[in-house]
T-cell receptor
């Protein structure tokens, strides 16, 4: 079992919808969870990160970790066509472990 | 400040040919990484370099070699290309390599092996 599982979608929503993107993880030792956004034919860029026990909000984006169910989520409120991209969840174990393990990514399309 | 740059952007190779993918960063980062991205497989780590002078294998190192030439540059070499190495290759760098240290990615190299 891959350490981070992500539903690849694709997901298509109308503009203004609330989007929920989800990943599950298998190793409780993970400390940091990240969401990267990747536009078509571009490199990924960091969108948000959370520590294992926290939620984090940044504008229309909220990253959430549920340790009891080993579930991490990214919520996008009032979605815009410019949010259309692939969203990748990732984790590392903190400390000196600098390697990231990525989920497969979810392709999101927001239709005007 | 260009961030992470990669050359070439596109490459077509015949089976058995060799080539080197170049990566450079101008952010004075300690750690550098090479990933490949395939449809349905996500990003997979090929090799990484925690600091200048060190390199280690990632998840999918077979068929590749790397060189951390100096703090700025980290190259990926395919000695004898195979069709299974057709992929998009991304280089990334990070400053401390600890905690939630953000990795900055280059624009990618699209490689086709025929």
């Amino acid at each position: 079992q891959k350490e981070v599982e992500q539903d690849p979608g694709p997901l298509s929503v109308p503009e203004g919808a609330i989007v929920s993107l989800n990943c599950t993880y298998s190793n409780s030792a993970f400390q940091y969870f990240m969401w990267y956004r990747q536009y078509s034919r571009k490199g990924p860029e960091l969108l948000m990160y959370t520590y294992s026990s926290g939620n984090k909000e940044d504008g229309r984006f909220t990253a959430q970790v549920d340790k009891s169910s080993k579930y991490i989520s990214l919520f996008i409120r009032d979605s815009q066509p410019s949010d259309s991209a692939t969203y990748l969840c990732a984790r590392n174990s903190g400390g000196s472990n600098y390697k990231l393990t990525f989920g497969k990514g979810t392709l999101l399309t927001v239709n005007p | 400040n260009a961030g992470v740059t990669q050359t070439p952007k596109f490459q077509v190779l015949k089976t058995g040919q060799s080539m080197t993918l170049q990566c450079a960063q101008d952010m004075n980062h300690n750690s550098m990484y090479w990933y490949r991205q395939d449809p349905g497989m996500g990003l997979r780590l090929i090799y990484y370099s925690a600091s200048e002078g060190t390199t280690d294998k990632g998840e999918v190192p077979n068929g590749y070699n790397v060189s951390r030439l100096n703090k700025r540059e980290f190259s990926l070499r395919l000695e004898s290309a195979a069709p299974s190495q057709t992929s998009v290759y991304f280089c990334a760098s990070s400053s401390r390599g600890t905690g939630a240290d953000e990795q900055y990615f280059g624009p990618g190299t699209r490689l086709t092996v025929t």
